[in-house]
């Protein structure tokens, strides 16, 4: 069990493995992603008790529109169910859904669905859950670069807190803890810029086998990190 004193502010996961582990289980690509929905669940409440007050979930990359048109259709699916099914459980454990990326691109009806539980879980301050939908890392730094120089600053002007101020994690930390599933060891153009001091935890197990208890290794092994920012002498013992 990880320590209750000295748990990440911040935690985004890479959700890797699904198509995998279905292909593991002689079953089709469809029965891994709805058995990684499952698992999302059980990692958003097991991230709510142990006291993290943000988790990002990596659920769809502008680069996912070149999968099969079937498959995206049952992802959306999918969230489309999880929004309609969880909208209670999120307001009972007071957490607050938000969106990172272009919601403007994605089908009709989740753009509804999502509208409609972020607005309903808006005043929940126990938790923020952060599904990044549509979303690319290097986008995210383009569209701040667009915001900002529509406001007419001069580039002696734009600083770092004015920078983030404008991506899509704007008022929340930048994630102390990023955890990728599945074996892959890269960021797949997920949280570029919030990721500049983050510590990482790679694991080799698929995820819809990633369990509360494999969360616990995660913040276990993160909590006996000691952070270091770059700077001569300066560095921070793990928490949030």
Request: hydrophobic fraction near 35%; charged fraction near 25%; charge should be negative.
């Amino acid at each position: 069990m990880p320590e209750t004193t000295n748990v990440p502010a911040h935690v985004a996961i890479i959700m890797d493995g699904n198509g995998r582990w279905a292909t593991r289980q002689g079953l089709p690509r469809s029965e891994g992603h709805r058995a990684g929905t499952r698992s999302a669940k059980a990692i958003v409440t097991r991230c709510r008790e142990l006291g993290v007050r943000h988790l990002t979930l990596y659920t769809f990359s502008r680069e996912n529109w070149s999968r099969p048109k079937d498959e995206v259709a049952l992802l959306f699916d999918l969230l489309v169910d999880y929004m309609r099914g969880e909208l209670q459980n999120l307001l009972d454990q007071d957490i607050r859904l938000k969106v990172l990326g272009e919601m403007d691109g994605l089908p009709f009806i989740a753009r509804q669905a999502l509208a409609h539980v972020m607005s309903k879980t808006a005043h929940c301050t126990t938790m923020t859950l952060n599904l990044a939908l549509n979303y690319s890392g290097r986008e995210e730094i383009l569209r701040a670069c667009r915001a900002l120089s529509a406001k007419g600053l001069k580039g002696e002007d734009i600083s770092e807190e004015a920078f983030a101020a404008e991506l899509y994690t704007a008022g929340q930390p930048d994630p102390d803890l990023i955890i990728r599933t599945s074996g892959e060891l890269r960021l797949s153009n997920y949280l570029l810029f919030q990721a500049a001091y983050s510590e990482f935890y790679f694991t080799d197990t698929l995820w819809p086998d990633f369990a509360p208890e494999e969360l616990e290794r995660a913040l276990e092994d993160y909590q006996n990190r000691q952070r270091r920012f770059g700077k001569t002498g300066q560095q921070m013992e793990s928490g949030g």
